[in-house]
Structure formats: structure tokens, C-alpha cells
């Protein structure tokens, strides 16, 4: 991750937090010899935890950045191609359906 420009610091505490080399909460937690979090390593975990999110490379960016901008043009998705006589039919019949399920 270094290689690729992450920096030294955050690769260090990932390291130190979930590897052999420090407190290994990964495998304890794994294996089931962590049974109570304590308030510091239920921060490091979350702090752990946004930084593995906040990964990513540039066309992973590019592409959800345009899946959410396509959102946002039409939040509401393309229209029904049903008519408007198949769309009453089949809420009538969800509501039939529900009525006598209850």
C-alpha cells in the first residue's frame, strides 16, 4: 500500500492493530477469544474500519461517482412501460392479497 502512495502512518496502525506484529484484534475477535470490546479498540476498530472504506483507486471513484449522479438525475428510475389498466389491476390484487392475509 506504501508503494502505491497510502500513507506510512495509517499502513503502520493497520498493521499494528490487526497483524501478529502488535494486538492482533483481528484473530482474537476471529477466533472467538474476544468476547468484550473495550471502548479503545471499539474506536481503533471503527477508525480501522473507515479507513479500509475510504480505499479506493480513481476509476472506482469515477464509477460510482456516476452511478450516484445518474441517481440523482432520476431518482425515481426509468417510467413503467405496464399501462395504466395493468398498474391499478396488480395494486388491487397486492391489496386483495394483503386484505386477506391479515
Not at 35 to 63: F, G, K, S, W, Y
Amino acid at each position: 500500500m506504501v508503494d502505491n502512495g497510502f500513507d506510512a502512518d495509517w499502513e503502520r496502525f493497520l498493521r499494528t492493530f490487526l497483524l501478529s506484529d502488535g494486538s492482533n484484534v483481528r484473530n482474537l475477535i476471529a477466533h472467538g477469544f474476544l468476547d468484550a470490546i473495550d471502548p479503545v479498540n471499539a474506536a481503533l476498530a471503527l477508525q480501522a474500519c473507515a479507513v479500509m472504506v475510504l480505499l479506493t483507486t480513481d476509476e472506482a471513484v469515477a464509477r460510482d461517482s456516476a452511478t450516484v449522479k445518474a441517481a440523482l438525475a432520476n431518482p425515481t428510475g426509468p417510467r413503467s412501460r405496464r399501462s395504466l389498466r395493468k398498474r391499478v389491476v396488480a395494486a388491487v390484487m397486492a391489496a386483495w392479497l394483503e386484505l386477506r392475509r391479515t
